[in-house]
């Protein structure tokens, strides 16, 4: 308000004249003063905002006031009560410099620039839209919201994927939009997801904050190269090439409050809009994932539990319990619950009645032993090892272990399984091309050399650096360091989210 208003001066200048044209027009206070106080009383009142209202709205209410009919009014009728040009000339002189000296031009406000373009655009988004016009007569292309909201008003034959619509102002955008809109305008991208899903939908063109570079491994990952920039942006491109599967997006999530703490929260999504849901994690901090499931308008594809310990299976719970979630699928193990009960710890049988209080009421629910294979759009899941671990393994670092197979690549997904993970490591690397590794129970009960004959990219460990520097989570502090003196890459919490491609 007060870069508008100035030092309130324009206020005072308004009251002048309204105290005048209150007195001097019985017309004037008829159809502009009563109304104006009106208007006052209702919409510029801070004690009806404050106990009625909303707090937030009410400064930008000022722009309504009616200083811009007040104070021209005033001028007009003090004009026609003089009888002398003169005098007339000086009022109409004295009311400009008042309006002038009194209030602030806008257009000097640091949020508004000079155009230099016909367009009446911003230079930077004809900038980078001309970039892109130089390669291709209609651009199919991923920009930042800015860029975005302007860029097919300066050429029709722009194809942005999203644009004012993802925030609703000319037409309602989808779930997959949304995400992308507000991940490229975040402070740290998920640049594989755009770039994932700018090939998955052909978009030859992605535009970045010069700032938040995509890295070289990426742009060679999806065959993006830069071809250019304009002020704050970059402009990236590849050729068109039609790829009938993109494959899936595994994306590693944690939450604000992942200090010494443990969770197993994955999501995994396709170039067809599909969403799958591993675990969820505790029901610390759950919005990070609440969110990724409201993207895809409250419908999650397939949900895979591999266990009831709280830091697997607590989100599900309490989000079943505060939203309206759909669930295509929900993948659940198979076991006795009698035996369960008998080796579960209090928390865990717990969590499972809450959990099973949802499968009552559901007609989704599939429940998957050791040998079950499943197939989410194309998605193969191979159970390899259930809940109940024998040969007196402790239940709470039991679970199914999955073997998440696209076409050619395949993510072991270990979940909280304990010491048998290595009996069943030493038998499967003949049958699967084993790209990555969500490393069992965070990485604290094998080594890295267990792993390290799968030969696998990159691994994931789902802890942070400040609980696997303590006492309790040292093992998970030495396989980190072990995998990176390997040259394998090692994800966890500190750089969550963190995607990767499953071809």
């Known amino acids: 308000m007060s870069s508008y208003y100035g030092d309130k001066r324009i206020l005072l200048l308004m009251a002048v004249c309204f105290l005048y044209l209150l007195f001097a027009s019985k017309e004037l206070r008829r159809k502009l003063i009563y109304p104006v106080m009106l208007m006052a009383v209702v919409i510029v009142n801070p004690i009806l905002y404050k106990y009625i209202f909303s707090k937030i709205v009410y400064k930008r209410m000022f722009w309504v006031i009616a200083d811009v009919i007040v104070i021209p009014a005033a001028t007009v009728t003090l004009m026609r009560d003089c009888r002398k040009k003169w005098q007339k000339a000086i009022i109409g002189l004295v009311s400009v410099l008042a309006v002038m000296f009194a209030g602030n031009i806008v257009y000097s406000h640091e949020n508004y620039v ?168 505790t029901d610390r901090g759950d919005a990070t994932l609440m969110q990724y499931i409201q993207d895809y308008g409250g419908n999650v594809d397939a949900w895979i539990i591999t266990s009831y310990a709280p830091e697997s299976a607590g989100a599900f719970a309490d989000l079943m319990d505060k939203y309206d979630i759909h669930i295509n699928s929900l993948y659940v193990p198979e076991f006795a619950e009698e035996e369960y009960k008998s080796v579960a710890t209090q928390k865990q049988w717990s969590l499972y009645e809450t959990c099973k209080s949802f499968f009552g009421k559901a007609d989704n629910v599939q429940k ?69 590794i969500q490393l069992a129970n965070s990485g604290r009960v094998l080594d890295g050399k267990a792993y390290h004959t799968l030969n696998p990219e990159a691994v994931f460990i789902d802890a942070s650096n400040g609980f696997m520097e303590t006492e309790k989570g040292q093992n998970s502090y030495n396989i980190k360091a072990y995998f990176e003196e390997q040259g394998v890459g090692v994800y966890q919490f500190d750089t969550c989210p963190n995607s990767v491609h499953i071809h």
């Open 368 to 436: 998957l032993k050791q040998g079950d294979t499943i197939d989410i759009y194309g998605l193969k899941v191979d159970i390899l090892s259930d809940l109940i671990v024998k040969n007196g393994e402790k239940v709470s670092r039991g679970a199914m272990t999955l073997a998440l197979t696209g076409r050619e690549e395949t993510m072991l997904y270990c979940s909280i399984a304990g010491r048998l993970t290595k009996t069943l490591l030493s038998g499967i690397s003949d049958d699967y091309n084993i790209k990555y």
């Open 114 to 281: 000079r155009i230099q373009n016909m367009e009446k655009l911003s230079d930077t988004t004809k900038g980078v839209c001309d970039i892109m016009l130089a390669y291709d007569d209609s651009p199919r292309c991923i920009l930042p919201v800015e860029i975005a909201v302007e860029a097919r008003v300066y050429n029709g034959n722009i194809e942005p994927m999203f644009g004012r619509d993802c925030y609703g102002f000319i037409m309602r955008a989808g779930a997959r939009e949304r995400a992308l809109a507000n991940s490229i305008d975040s402070v740290s991208p998920d640049y594989e997801k755009i770039l994932f899903y700018a090939r998955a939908e052909e978009r030859s063109f992605v535009v970045a904050e010069s700032i938040k570079p995509i890295s070289g491994e990426l742009l060679e990952k999806y065959s993006y190269s830069q071809i250019g920039s304009y002020g704050k942006y970059d402009v990236y491109y590849c050729a068109p090439e039609p790829d009938d599967n993109m494959g899936w997006l595994v994306t590693q999530l944690a939450s604000y409050r992942v200090e010494n703490r443990l969770l197993h929260r994955y999501v995994i999504e396709d170039a067809g809009g599909h969403l799958i849901v591993i675990d969820g994690g």
